[in-house]
């Protein structure tokens, strides 16, 4: 979903990072502020005056999203799901859980919780601007009035129930009450959200078509994301149900390719990275695993020492974010690729490497079990021959 991200500050224990697309939606606010939105409704006002109102009103975007989904969070941490933290981006913000709410209670709070932080946010803004109306200063009376009806506006969108929006979670909680299926819900929510998708990419063709480009290719952008978000998503759900309680030593590789902690940078790039084209490596001594060694740390070696180097010389410890048992739960060794971002987990116990597990064994998994339920569920639905 994300391209780039920096860290900006964190906030109650939550990481809040920005995307390098929000750059992009900043300048493009600011501009939109300060020379067509600002000089419309109050006149009269110095240029640099505008500018200031257009960061202004910028930053209190960015706080306002902010803060939207720091509720979420909050929320989420309480019936202690994990949270990587809060990205924004170009499309808005979003919370990131590596793991799906335990029950449709928990999905509803959760997701009711970002537009009722809005509407407050929006109803905090409106009293201060009239604050700010009555000590007559008009540049801090409108940035704050523009907040106020931003929010409301962003609290209602987000409340179309369309999934994965918030109130398409709301939506598929109340769903997933009724049925006890979260991957039925899961499923109606996400088409909803997808034809919701479709309708945007409409209206922002016709939009262009009649003149208004710029209102149309945002619509057409974000009911892109809203289709494709939609569509991971629910692949997601399917992919935790598929194997929620599946052991790691079920996927995993059992004769994994290991590094000899004797060989050198050489013959590691050469006999194993070139040959199997694994980023990261076990590294063994008769069976007992001592290290790993990843391109990135061979990257660091000069190639006029790789034949002096050794693997022992550069491995580090094998890290908590890199390694399961074989007993671990499939779904959180796929958290765990997820957070790290690695596709293969190294698989040890007692201090001997036992197996690799890879992301693609467990998405080879999925897709053939889905497969094989549809099959047999596309089956089910057929009637006998002679039957009514």
Request: proline letters at 5%.
């Amino acid at each position: 979903m994300f391209g780039r991200r920096y860290h900006l500050f964190n906030l109650s224990g939550f990481a809040v990072s920005i995307d390098a697309s929000w750059f992009l939606l900043a300048i493009l606010i600011v501009w939109s502020l300060a020379t067509s939105v600002f000089p419309v409704y109050y006149r009269g006002l110095a240029p640099g005056v505008y500018w200031a109102m257009g960061v202004a009103g910028a930053i209190g975007l960015f706080l306002s999203i902010v803060i939207h989904e720091f509720f979420h969070s909050v929320v989420a941490r309480r019936y202690g799901l994990p949270m990587k933290g809060i990205t924004l981006f170009i499309f808005g913000g979003v919370a990131e859980m590596t793991e799906e709410p335990p029950s449709a209670k928990v999905e509803f709070r959760m997701a009711i919780a970002g537009p009722l932080a809005s509407f407050g946010i929006a109803a905090v803004c409106y009293v201060l601007a009239l604050g700010a109306a009555r000590l007559a200063s008009v540049p801090a009376s409108a940035v704050l009035a523009y907040l106020a009806l931003l929010n409301v506006a962003l609290a209602i969108f987000n409340l179309i129930p369309a999934f994965p929006l918030d109130g398409g979670r709301v939506l598929r909680s109340l769903l997933w009450s009724r049925w006890k299926n979260l991957r039925r819900a899961t499923r109606v929510a996400a088409r909803i959200g997808s034809g919701f998708g479709a309708l945007l990419i409409v209206a922002g063709v016709v939009s262009v078509l009649f003149g208004d480009v710029i209102q149309g290719i945002w619509w057409f952008l974000i009911g892109l994301f809203v289709r494709g978000a939609a569509s991971s998503s629910y692949q997601q759900v399917l992919l935790r149900r598929a194997l929620e309680g599946e052991p790691v030593s079920r996927f995993m590789t059992t004769q994994p390719v290991s590094v000899p902690s004797t060989a050198s940078i050489r013959d590691l790039v050469e006999n194993f990275i070139y040959r199997y084209h694994f980023k990261l490596f076990p590294v063994t001594d008769d069976g007992r695993l001592v290290g790993c060694i990843s391109t990135r740390q061979v990257k660091t070696i000069p190639q006029s020492e790789w034949e002096q180097r050794t693997v022992a010389s550069v491995m580090d410890q094998c890290s908590p974010g890199s390694m399961v048992t074989p007993e671990t739960d499939a779904i959180h060794a796929m958290a765990l690729m997820q957070r790290s971002g690695a596709s293969r987990l190294i698989v040890a116990r007692d201090g001997t490497l036992v197996g690799v597990i890879a992301l693609k064994d467990l998405l080879d998994f999925l897709a053939l079990k889905i497969e094989l339920e549809d099959g047999r569920a596309a089956t089910a639905r057929t009637p006998a021959p002679g039957g009514r």
